[in-house]
């Protein structure tokens, strides 16, 4: 699960992203405002941490920015303790909830938890479920009725980004920008190759074709509705 933090204290920064990887989550980090928007307008985060005093760009803007765009990825704001008029105008605008400075971690991870509990991303116990098909973020593993799939770490990262996304299609593109990242030399092509690989484990384990191409766009996991694809 990728979370963006968008923090122009670099100490900070780094702090949060060292608690988010103890519990599991991959973050990429952003130091100005202007960089957090690009990275976060290619829809690939399950949440952005975002600080309100940026440079390049607001943290107010980002978020109108954001959902003018139709990006619903959750938020969660870090705020100053005065900063009430600006924690109110950054949840009008879209945000889902704040922190307030200095932060307390273990609160941190609580709220963001929450929300992605509230998202429909995580479960209670925080593994994501679709039917008998379980993704444990933690383990870095899938299941099929608890039967492990030995999933390799690109496999793995490939199916929660369709489990988490499922119901709605996902361009090669994003992708190749969550699971191999935005400055790798690798071709369009490695998408199609890992989507055959876990396509063969899945249906190895007995698991019914969740995994739709959507033709000329790239892929949707839906378990019953059908959808426009091409498996060719």
């Excluded at 103890?22 to 976060?40: I, N, P, S, Y």
């Excluded at 870095?140 to 499922?166: C, H, M, T, W």
């Excluded at 063969?200 to 996991?221: D, F, Q, S, W």
Aim: with cysteine; charged share 25%.
């Amino acid at each position: 699960m990728q979370v963006l933090v968008v923090e122009d204290d670099v100490s900070l920064s780094h702090a949060i992203s060292s608690v988010l990887r103890e519990e599991g989550f991959q973050v990429h980090v952003a130091l100005r405002g202007d960089d957090g928007a690009f990275m976060a307008e290619q829809n690939i985060y399950d949440l952005i941490i975002l600080d309100l005093m940026l440079p390049g760009m607001t943290g107010i803007a980002i978020i109108h920015y954001l959902r003018a765009r139709g990006i619903d990825t959750p938020i969660l704001l870090l705020t100053a303790l005065d900063a009430v008029e600006r924690r109110v105008e950054g949840l009008d605008a879209g945000a889902d909830d704040y922190v307030v400075k200095p932060v307390a971690f273990q609160e941190l991870l609580a709220r963001a938890r929450a929300i992605l509990r509230r998202h429909g991303t995580l479960s209670e116990n925080g593994d994501i479920v679709i039917g008998p098909l379980t993704v444990r973020p933690r383990l870095q593993e899938g299941y099929y009725n608890q039967v492990p799939l030995k999933l390799s770490a690109k496999e793995f990262e490939l199916l929660e980004f369709l489990v988490i996304n499922r119901n709605q299609i996902l361009t090669r593109e994003q992708i190749l920008d969550r699971v191999w990242g935005f400055e790798s030399d690798t071709g369009i092509g490695i998408v199609e190759l890992y989507v055959h690989y876990l396509r063969k484990k899945l249906t190895a384990a007995g698991c019914p074709e969740l995994i739709h191409t959507v033709r000329g766009i790239g892929y949707m996991m839906k378990e019953k509705a059908h959808v426009p694809k091409d498996e060719n």
